[in-house]
């Protein structure tokens, strides 16, 4: 935690709290086993690509189906610690979520995934996902950025809260949320990728994959890039140079697992995650 500057990506235990009132689908802070349904993505497989570490929270996490460990006839709930805005002249939050509504049997989907903030005296909805309204799941990790004063004035006894609910008298449907990159900043503000990979954008594909990595990139003006994989405690598996905008990887002989693939240009850097399985 930085001056004016709160940030965890749950690399480490800053004492999140949990609670549910379900069956299951509780909320765990862990590296996220993905799980699909009918082809869509339930529970997501890799964590926020742009933080540090591999973990985030999710509604359950054993692996094993979509319909194992979901959030059942009840409410999962994350809390921050809490956190003091006093010193702040302009406080914005921002966070990466993940919600799926998966309409089992052919059932509509009608459950909800809603973050909250406290500031000691007052609750004030912040952001509302309802399975009944959205056109598709939101199953994939979305940005997003919201200016707290426009909610409720900032003190210095703040906390957010995060349910996803399954309805208990609703529709038997597979409900999973997760969260990550949870950040705070005194003004509003500006992403990693802004500062430190302006130059550069790249793409790993397909992902997950089981053995075959394409890396494409724009590196702007640079003559080359060194494109590396690296598997997940940082050591180097494979390394080209390449002139063309893109690199292909034969990841076959290595063990399943995240591994990370890093552009560098003379001017700039972007490090990507990708879930190889054989």
């Not at 993505?41 to 591999?54: E, I, K, R």
Request: aromatic share 12%.
């Amino acid at each position: 935690i930085e001056s004016h500057h709160y940030y965890d990506d749950f690399l480490m235990d800053f004492n999140w709290t949990k609670s549910g009132s379900g069956s299951g689908g509780f909320f765990v802070r862990d590296i996220p086993v993905g799980t699909s349904y009918q082809g869509e993505a339930a529970n997501p497989s890799l964590d926020v690509n742009s933080d540090f570490g591999l973990k985030c929270f999710v509604t359950g996490n054993n692996g094993s189906t979509a319909t194992a460990d979901d959030v059942d006839f009840g409410t999962s709930t994350l809390f921050s610690p809490v956190f003091d805005l006093t010193g702040y002249s302009d406080p914005y939050l921002r966070y990466s979520i993940w919600f799926y509504d998966g309409m089992q049997g052919g059932s509509a989907a009608d459950d909800k995934m809603n973050v909250k903030l406290n500031n000691g005296s007052q609750n004030a909805i912040i952001d509302a996902m309802d399975g009944a309204q959205l056109s598709t799941p939101v199953n994939r990790w979305v940005q997003k950025t919201f200016r707290i004063s426009d909610f409720l004035t900032p003190t210095g006894n703040m906390r957010l809260i995060v349910d996803v609910n399954d309805l208990s008298v609703g529709n038997q449907n597979i409900v999973e949320g997760a969260f990550d990159k949870f950040e705070i900043t005194d003004g509003p503000p500006v992403g990693i990728n802004e500062i430190s990979n302006s130059r550069i954008n790249a793409w790993v594909f397909p992902n997950p994959s089981a053995g075959l990595i394409n890396v494409a990139f724009d590196a702007g003006q640079a003559p080359k890039a060194t494109v590396t994989i690296l598997n997940p405690i940082g050591e180097v598996i494979q390394s080209i140079d390449s002139f063309s905008g893109n690199a292909v990887f034969d990841m076959g002989a290595q063990p399943q697992g995240i591994y990370f693939v890093r552009v560098q240009t003379p001017y700039s850097e972007k490090t990507l995650k990708f879930l190889l399985l054989n």
